[in-house]
């Protein structure tokens, strides 16, 4: 499969099952595409240009790096080993986020936090299932965890006491408002994070649209006076400010914009998932705008870059030399099965995304049970039995998508969220321009 496309100004072709990318003129795309769709219209005429330009397909397509075929992948099997697990450290939240899917926090129960016992009883679940996996990792998540950081802290404790001898070595981040966030916490996570994401969705406007308070007051100056003091003190260390996107602010790129203004060098903003009756939900409707703003972005976030001003953005960061290996492309973040959710009474779930329902629930970390089916389904509905998601350029990029998002709002977990393939696939190409030109700046061919 080849995938043509143009954009910031270029021309691109992509191999999709060699990963190749080759910058090309537009009679090169017009050639390419005929032998896409012998159908397609091309130029009549067939000048000696013509002919090299076809030498050169011929040579690639030879080389194995255009029109490869699509290799036989193996058949996803359930191996039962968890890497990865992501404690819902409480049910509850200091802020009121309008599109917030857990429900404030609550993930639509009561308020609720996990004892210290009960995150030590997790770590010792994802050692026993972690089989000959050395390195493991826990993500602090909520509600809001700075809310109950006597579990936090318990947590790192007892998983530093017990690492060594279980022959594991484990990675901690921690997903915060910020609202809380004091000196001797980033100090404390600046010692034992490997990473820490801090919510902040752009201009103050937009933050305080949809990110109160419990007594309905914006939070933006608090939230960026505290991440700001955060990623000074932070140094070369691992963090994301991450926001959230919406219909309000569909002008999106100067949220990411003005995040970076305020001195963040590390930047995602996710476009929001809701139902289509919400009115912040986007909607088909809504995707032309939203991919305008991806490619608006991308041409200041090359300029800045340039410039030498410090900034990723999540989205764009594709390596298109060293790429995740071929089996990893096929599965995406391992939700359900790799990677599971402990909520605050020990209840084990596909990922934090399922906490609080009922038909979701595999275990307790707690009594020790543990129902393999939910993740043996996980496990072997990867990108290879979704049907659509094979006939997709992006595939490889996606993985199939948000397994979540998937069941909630696109009926089943083989479905895809539409809107979120759409804006997936802008961003891929996005990010793929951006690592030509930039390639072709530093010297070289891509």
């Given at each position: 499969m080849v995938h043509l496309f143009e954009c910031l100004?270029?021309?691109?072709?992509?191999?999709?099952?060699?990963?190749?990318?080759?910058?090309?003129?537009?009679?090169?795309a017009e050639l390419i595409n005929k032998r896409i769709s012998p159908v397609a219209d091309a130029r009549g005429d067939f000048s000696n240009e013509d002919a090299e330009i076809e030498r050169e397909i011929d040579l690639l397509v030879s080389r194995g790096v255009l029109f490869s075929p699509e290799p036989e992948h193996p058949q996803p099997v359930y191996k039962g080993i968890v890497k990865a697990l992501c404690l819902n450290i409480t049910h509850g939240c200091n802020l009121r986020c309008t599109y917030c899917f857990a429900g404030d926090g609550k993930y639509h129960g009561k308020d609720e936090i996990m004892s210290a016992e009960t995150a030590k009883c997790a770590v010792d679940f994802l050692i026993g299932k972690s089989g000959p996996r050395r390195r493991l990792e826990?993500?602090?998540?909520?509600?809001?965890?700075?809310?109950?950081?006597?579990?936090?802290?318990?947590?790192?404790?007892?998983?530093?006491?017990?690492?060594?001898?279980?022959?594991k070595e484990f990675r901690f981040t921690i997903t915060t408002n910020a609202l809380a966030l004091t000196d001797e916490l980033i100090d404390y996570f600046n010692r034992e994070m490997y990473n820490?994401?801090?919510s902040v969705d752009g201009r103050r406007e937009v933050h305080d649209r949809v990110r109160k308070d419990a007594a309905g007051r914006g939070s933006y100056d608090r939230v960026l006076a505290n991440a700001r003091r955060f990623a000074e003190r932070r140094g070369d260390k691992s963090y994301y400010v991450r926001g959230t996107f919406t219909a309000a602010n569909k002008d999106f790129a100067a949220d990411v914009l003005a995040l970076n203004d305020c001195g963040f060098g590390q930047i995602s903003l996710e476009p929001v998932v809701l139902p289509?009756?919400?009115?912040?939900?986007?909607?088909?409707?809504?995707?032309?705008?939203?991919?305008?703003?991806?490619?608006l972005l991308a041409r200041e976030y090359i300029k800045r870059r340039a410039e030498g001003r410090e900034f990723g953005f999540f989205h764009f960061n594709i390596d298109i030399y060293h790429g995740p290996c071929a089996s990893k492309r096929l599965v995406g973040c391992n939700a359900g099965d790799e990677y599971l959710a402990i909520a605050p009474n020990g209840n084990i779930y596909p990922c934090h995304r399922f906490d609080g329902m009922s038909d979701y629930v595999i275990g307790n970390v707690c009594d020790g049970t543990f129902d393999d089916r939910l993740p043996r389904m996980f496990a072997t509905t990867n990108m290879t039995k979704k049907e659509e998601c094979g006939e997709c350029w992006a595939k490889y990029y996606c993985s199939g998508g948000c397994a979540a998002n998937s069941i909630f709002f696109a009926g089943g977990i083989k479905k895809p969220y539409k809107v979120g393939c759409e804006l997936m696939r802008k961003r891929v190409e996005c990010a793929l321009a951006i690592a030509a030109i930039e390639k072709e700046r530093g010297g070289g061919e891509i």
């Open positions: 100004d270029r021309r691109f072709a992509l191999d999709v099952e060699s990963g190749s990318l080759f910058e090309i003129d537009g009679r090169t826990i993500d602090f998540f909520g509600g809001e965890p700075l809310l109950d950081m006597e579990a936090v802290r318990a947590t790192v404790d007892y998983a530093r006491s017990v690492e060594k001898q279980a022959g820490v994401v801090i289509d009756d919400d009115p912040l939900a986007l909607r088909m409707s809504d995707v032309e705008e939203l991919c305008r703003q991806y490619e």
